[in-house]
Structures are given as structure tokens and as C-alpha cells.
């Protein structure tokens, strides 16, 4: 038990400057991410109401050729979901809906790329910085110990040194939490959008088939 508690001392004396450079290491990895996807996320974007409209006009005209090409026109997920819902739009209503699906499980899953880091970056950086706080207040009792109680610039560094990192802790955190929780906000409203395209497109076909069967 002895060893265990010098091991865990002798490891606090190592200061809690590590802590902040690890900090700063996830900031800057998260910052790379959130560039990345705000530059991915507007590469792809659309006036998706617009979409809809030239869609519904197509579908409207039983001009399915039409609508495939105005989707394949348009640089968002979407309109990349439905267009391969078109595809199989031969094989009828149940293929489009599984195809569907498919392809919206795989956008989901290129839109959240690296963002797990990013949340857990945000949720963990306080604690990270709670850390080198608790290795500074040690360290910091220890200059005071061995300055028999008296208020040194040392024992000043390491309490300052402390709070510096709790604070580093929260810079990082909080944009890694805004941004995560605006991406998949982000998420949401376009797998929203590709749904309802895609039920315009499922209605279509159902409605066509139900004519066809009378």
C-alpha cells in the first residue's frame, strides 16, 4: 500500500504540464476536425426545397427519367439517397423503400465521421483538466511542506499552474460540445429532408401501382 501511495506522489510531482499539452493536443485535433466537417457538410450542400418542388413537377408528369437526372444534378445527400432509390424503382415500391434504407444508414454514417472524438473530446477535457488540477494541488502541499509552511513564489507557480489547467480543460470542451451538438443537428435536418423526398418518391410508385391494379 506504502509503494502504491509514493509510486501515485512521485507521479504527481511530475507537475501538471503534461495534462495541458495533452489538452491542447485534443484541442487541436478537434479544431482539424470541426474545419474538416463544416468544409464537408458545406461542400455538399443544396437548396433541398427547391429539389423537392423540380422532384414532385417530374413525379407529377410520370417523367421518372427527368426527376433521376434532376437529382443527379444535386450535390447533397438527399438527392444521392432517393436517386438510388430511383434506380431500382423497376423492381417496384418494397426494392426503393429497402434501397432507401441502405443508402440512408450509409450517409448517416459518412456525416458522423470523426464526430464520436469530437463529443468525447467535449464531454472529458473538464475531467482532463480536473486531473492536472489534483496533480498540482499535490504537488503544490508539497512545496509548502518543504518550505515548513511558509508562501513561497514555487508553491504560487504550482496552484496557478492548477487552475490553468481546469480552466484549458473547459476551453477545450465547450466549442468541441457546440460544434458536435450542431452537427448533429445538422445530421438530423438532412436525413429529415432525404426522408421526405424519399416518401415522395415511395408515394409515387404506390400510387402508380395502386392505378395500374384498377
Do not use: C
Not at 427547391?50 to 437529382?71: H, P, S, T, V, W
Not at 513561497?152 to 451538438?181: C, D, K
Request: aromatic share 10%; proline share 1%; no cysteine.
Amino acid at each position: 500500500m506504502l509503494d502504491i501511495q509514493e509510486r501515485l506522489t512521485a507521479f504527481a510531482m511530475l507537475g501538471a504540464t503534461w495534462v495541458m499539452w495533452l489538452l491542447i493536443i485534443l484541442s487541436i485535433i478537434g479544431v482539424a476536425i470541426i474545419f474538416e466537417r463544416i468544409y464537408y457538410f458545406f461542400a455538399s450542400r443544396d437548396d433541398v426545397r427547391a429539389l423537392q418542388e423540380d422532384l414532385r413537377l417530374f413525379l407529377a408528369k410520370n417523367d421518372i427519367l427527368g426527376a433521376r437526372d434532376r437529382l443527379a444534378q444535386s450535390r447533397s445527400f438527399q438527392a444521392k439517397i432517393v436517386h438510388s432509390g430511383i434506380e431500382v424503382a423497376e423492381e417496384g415500391s418494397d426494392a426503393v423503400e429497402e434501397r432507401l434504407a441502405g443508402e440512408t444508414a450509409v450517409a448517416r454514417t459518412q456525416m458522423e465521421r470523426n464526430l464520436g472524438f469530437l463529443g468525447t473530446v467535449g464531454n472529458n477535457a473538464p475531467f482532463v483538466g480536473l486531473l492536472g488540477t489534483v496533480i498540482g494541488v499535490i504537488k503544490a502541499f508539497h512545496v509548502l511542506d518543504e518550505s515548513a509552511g511558509k508562501v513561497t513564489s514555487g508553491l504560487m507557480t504550482e496552484v496557478g499552474e492548477a487552475l490553468v489547467a481546469t480552466a484549458i480543460g473547459l476551453l477545450v470542451a465547450l466549442p468541441a460540445v457546440a460544434f458536435y451538438n450542431y452537427f448533429q443537428r445538422l445530421i438530423r435536418y438532412r436525413l429529415t429532408w432525404a426522408d421526405a423526398l424519399g416518401r415522395d418518391l415511395l408515394a409515387y410508385l404506390k400510387g402508380g401501382a395502386q392505378n395500374g391494379s384498377k
